[in-house]
């Protein structure tokens, strides 16, 4: 298994890089304003970027503003990792609950989110301008209650 560090970074235009190579975003300008909390991101050995996430606040609840980890390096528990330290922060923030728009629903399912209607969610309908939506992306609102 490849060596991975996890850690925070300040270096969120080259996480956002990383999401679209991903296809996790579409390029464009966000029409919701997003207050970044920290942004997390995974390397290998090489400091080669293999995972990435970022926690901000959007109407006053937490959301998980992007998250995605490099295709090669899927089925090694990074996601979760990933999602375990943003839970953690959020715990640390007070938080009960977090929030996230996903391609993957699947994934996030078997973490505990449940699928909710979009108007339970603070505003992550940037979705609707980007020419993925419905077409190769069919994503869900999701929801995880934190203890």
Do not use: S, W
């Not at 298994?1 to 390029?27: G, H, S, W």
């Not at 109407?59 to 990933?82: S, T, Y």
């Not at 603070?122 to 994503?139: A, D, G, M, W």
């Amino acid at each position: 298994m490849t060596e991975m560090v996890l850690k925070e970074t300040d270096e969120y235009e080259k996480l956002v890089r990383f999401f679209v190579e991903n296809k996790l975003e579409f390029d464009g300008d966000e029409e919701v304003d997003t207050d970044i909390v920290n942004c997390y991101e995974v390397t290998d050995k090489d400091g080669q970027l293999i995972g990435a996430a970022v926690l901000a606040e959007r109407e006053g609840r937490f959301i998980i503003d992007g998250i995605a980890v490099d295709g090669k390096f899927r089925k090694r528990k990074i996601g979760e990792m990933l999602l375990e330290k943003i839970k953690e922060q959020v715990g640390k923030l007070g938080g009960r609950e977090l929030y996230l728009v996903a391609r993957a629903p699947g994934f996030f399912r078997k973490n505990g989110f449940k699928t909710i209607d979009p108007a339970e969610a603070p505003n992550f309908f940037e979705c609707k301008y980007c020419p993925q939506y419905n077409v190769t992306c069919h994503p869900e609102v999701m929801k995880l209650e934190l203890a």
